[in-house]
C-alpha cells in the first residue's frame, strides 16, 4: 500500500524557516517524480515544487522561487521542501503527492497517490 | 495564472445525479485531455475520481464520471450517496510540469 507521511509543520513567525519532510512507502521512491501541494481555505490547492527523480529537474510556482527548496533522499524514500523567508500567505496546510508523468516526463498528468498533510502556520 | 472555475457548492437527494463544472480556458482545460478529479473528505488526502477527463483508476466507483466540452470539463456523479458528501476539485495540465486547480466544490447530500 502506498503512504506518504508529511511531518514538520508548526507555527512560526514571518521571516522565520521551516522544513518538512514526506516519507513514502509502499514503492519504489526512486522512480517516481515528487511534488509538494498547498492548500487553503480562500485558494484552494497550489502545486508548489516538483522534483524528478534524479534531481535533475525542478519547478517551482513564482510566488516560493528564491524562497524554498525541494529535495529528496532517495535512499531514506523521503522528499522535503525546505521554506526560508516565510510570509503570511505560505500559510497552508502542505501535501506531499505523487504525479503522474506522461510523454517522457513533459506532461505531468494527474497525482495518484497523496498524503494527509501538515499545517504550517506563518504568524506573528 | 488564475484557477480554474468551480461552483462553490452544490447538492443533491441520495440516489440523485449531479454535475460539477470546471472552467478554464484554452491554454488548459480546452487544450489538453489532462484534466482530473480530486474528492477530499475532511482531515484526509485527496483522492483521484478520473484523470485524463474520463478516465477511472481502479477501485474508483463507476457512478463517477467525466467529460469536456470545450474549455469547460465536469464531473458526474450518479446515484448519488451519503459518502459522497466532501470537496470536489478539478485540475488540469497547462505547460511542462505544472497544473492548476479549480477553488473546490462543497458537494452535500440533502
Known sequence: ?124 | QSALTQPASVSGSPGQSITISCTGTSNDVGGYNYVSWYQQHPGKAPKVLIYEVRNRPSGVSNRFSGSKSGNTASLTVSGLQAEDEGDYYCSSYTSRTTVIFGGGTKLTVL
Request: charged share 20%; with cysteine.
Open chain 1, 1 to 124: 500500500e502506498v503512504q506518504l507521511v508529511e511531518s514538520g509543520g508548526g507555527l512560526v513567525q514571518p521571516g522565520g524557516s521551516l522544513r518538512l519532510s514526506c516519507a513514502a512507502s509502499g514503492f519504489n521512491f526512486n522512480n517516481y517524480w515528487m511534488s509538494w501541494v498547498r492548500q487553503t481555505p480562500g485558494k484552494g490547492l497550489e502545486l508548489v515544487a516538483n522534483l524528478k527523480q534524479d534531481g535533475s529537474e525542478i519547478y517551482y510556482v513564482d510566488s516560493v522561487k528564491g524562497r524554498f527548496t525541494i529535495s529528496r533522499d532517495n535512499a531514506k524514500n523521503s522528499l522535503f521542501l525546505q521554506m526560508n523567508n516565510l510570509r503570511a500567505e505560505d500559510t497552508a496546510i502542505y501535501h506531499c503527492a505523487r504525479p503522474v508523468m506522461r510523454y517522457f516526463d513533459w506532461i505531468l498528468s494527474h497525482f495518484d497517490y497523496w498524503g494527509r498533510g501538515t499545517l504550517v502556520t506563518v504568524s506573528s
